[in-house]
């Protein structure tokens, strides 16, 4: 059999293993319902926290005419105004029960109306009320003089100074939308990232422990069963991220969490399986040679802590330094490093903090590092893999 045929061999046998398991089957189940479920939760609190504020305005017959002026004050202002006419006795009864059902009565004169409320007046209904009147007003003198009222009202809203600054130019640049979606998106591919990773960990000192992998080294090169391992789980790596991130899309969109916004969630999951295939195979070489320096399940901590660090460290980095400074010196030559970019490029693209050649430098630069370190994994496993007893040390693998 040929050597790819024997590397894709070994990848079926491990898609096999780790993605047909029950508990596999059951944890991305488990998963997904979280994804929508969690999509309905926010869904339902955003329509909450949407929900317009309402309040109840009755008018006495004498003030009818500043209807139309309080209607239209409430809607520039966000404010759900609900009119009724009563007499100033209906008013009052229902502004003295014990959970007044009446937020405000207007009575007397249309230009200087009296407000009678329960204790209280709220502060955004007295400036609805406010404009309101003076809004009446004006278009009583305007119309008093033989003017329009209404060509007077639209060029005294339109009378105010238009205001530019740097810093608001700057920020223009920043879609919160985009942000946001971009670090739901580091987080998934960090969740994929670490469970890969560990997959290949303890499934290659698994094979150690039972002795499986003498027998398998029987029929098959080193490089092969390693180079197979790393493509099967990075199989079902991938799998997941596509089957929990294409849920996510499809949940926000189909609640309308999306309306309004200028974010492609289709481009923001292609860019994270690009940036998925990267690191991952950064990673996941890293995962398959270290850990063939343990011969223990107990002692695999000792070889994926450091690697974990490498994970952690770039997301949080990106969340704490990129919203900051996205144009920072460092956080520029940081996003070209391969263990970088794959949190950093998605973040500052959001930021709109990308020259247009950058994307493509640090995919570039991830692409040359991935065969150095292939052969740096290789040698490590190579000489790993058939070691007994305690743990070898990084610097015996790589000399001997």
Known sequence: MSALGTIWLVAGREVRTRMLT???IISLAVMLGVVIVGAFVANYFLDRDAEPAVSHVAVEQSVAALRPDLEAAAAQQGLTVELATMTAEQA???????????DAFLAGDPSSPSMLVAAEPDAQLL??????VRSFVVADQVGALG???DAFGQALAGAAPQVDSIEDAQADRFDGAAYGVAMAMISLLLFALIGSGSLIAMGV?????????EILLATIKP?????????GIGIYGLFQVVVIGGALAVAVTALGLTEGIEVSIGSALAMLVVWFLLGYAVFALLFGGFAALVSRQEDIGSV????????FIPYYVTMFMVPSNPDGTLVKILSQVPVFS??????????????PWEMPLAIAVALVTIPILVWVAARVYQRGVLHTGGRMKLADALRG
Do not use: C, H, Y
Request: no cysteine; glycine share 4%; hydrophobic share 50%.
């Open 304 to 311: 994926t802590t450091p690697l974990m660090f490498l994970l």
């Open 223 to 231: 490089t092969q069963l390693l180079a197979g391992k790393i493509l």
């Open 22 to 24: 029950k508990a596999n």
């Open 147 to 149: 003017g329009d009222p």
């Open 92 to 102: 009052e009864a229902a502004l003295a029960e014990e959970d007044p059902t009446l």
């Open 342 to 355: 794959p949190f950093m490029m998605p973040v500052r693209n959001a930021f709109g903090a990308l020259a």
């Open 205 to 213: 000192v698994e094979e150690k422990t039972s002795r499986v992998v």
């Open 127 to 132: 400036a609805v009320v406010t404009d309101a």
